[in-house]
Structure formats: structure tokens, C-alpha cells
């Protein structure tokens, strides 16, 4: 499970979004705290279509970088876990923001995928990409 939550940073801060993406199972969810569960990896697609876009209409940073400590993970059974992790979010101003995945897993032809993942933000700097982002400064 470790390499599938560092190759989901590595993608999306490359942004590298398809590659993202089919982490994810087919029918997984995402929940990052918007209201909005978003359900396929369609619907997921539109997250990171918005942070694309603001780093490309300049609003946002040159580059982010995501540090996730040691993921801790429990077993269902053979083709399910659930996991969680802290991330600390970096850019070129240095750290934008941090906080909490809990995921579930699920086992997809013998690859381990995204069945679903919750994010939260703990903190995050004031006046940075994330804070601008998320309605706490301009």
C-alpha cells in the first residue's frame, strides 16, 4: 500500500493525472472535504482538472511537492484494506499545507487500488495556494 499512496503523490505532483487516476478502482470515491463525494474516476478526474488549471492560470505555485509519513494498514482480508497516513503538502514558498489520507483498498485483478480516499486539511500557511484554494485568504 505504501507504493500505491507515494505513486499517487508522485503522479499528481508531476501531474501526471491519467496515471493518478487508474490507481484509483473504477467505481472508487474521493471525499477531500468539499461537500462533494466524488464517485468514479470521472468525477475524481474533476479535482485535479481544478488544481491543473489554477497552476497553469499562474494562480498557483511553480511546483507542489507531498510527503506522506508511513502508512499504516489493516487487513480485512485478502483483497480489502483500509490505511491512513499524514501528508505535509510543499512548494516553491515552502509548506502550503498538511493533514490526513484514510483510505480503503481493494485488490483489482491482483493490483492493489484506490477503492476510496478521504482527505483532510489539518492546517494549512496563511496567504499560501492551498489557504487561496480553499476560501482562507486572497
Not at 497553469?56 to 509519513?69: A, I
Not at 480485512?76 to 516553491?92: C, L, N, Q
Amino acid at each position: 500500500m505504501a507504493a500505491l499512496v507515494t505513486a499517487y503523490n508522485a503522479h499528481g505532483d508531476r501531474g501526471r493525472f491519467d496515471d493518478l487516476l487508474a490507481l484509483f478502482a473504477e467505481d472508487a470515491t474521493m471525499d477531500i472535504g468539499d461537500g462533494t463525494t466524488y464517485t468514479g474516476r470521472d468525477h475524481i478526474a474533476e479535482i485535479f482538472t481544478d488544481t491543473r488549471d489554477s497552476v497553469l492560470d499562474g494562480d498557483g505555485p511553480r511546483f507542489l511537492q507531498h510527503h506522506t509519513t508511513p502508512v499504516h494498514v489493516a487487513f480485512e482480508d485478502a483483497d480489502h484494506a483500509v490505511g491512513e497516513a499524514y501528508f505535509t503538502v510543499f512548494s516553491d514558498a515552502g509548506v502550503d499545507h498538511w493533514g490526513r489520507y484514510r483510505d480503503a483498498y481493494v485488490r483489482v485483478d491482483g493490483t492493489w487500488r484506490f477503492a476510496s480516499r478521504r482527505v483532510r486539511t489539518d492546517g494549512r500557511t496563511p496567504r499560501g495556494w492551498a489557504d487561496k484554494r480553499l476560501g482562507g485568504g486572497a
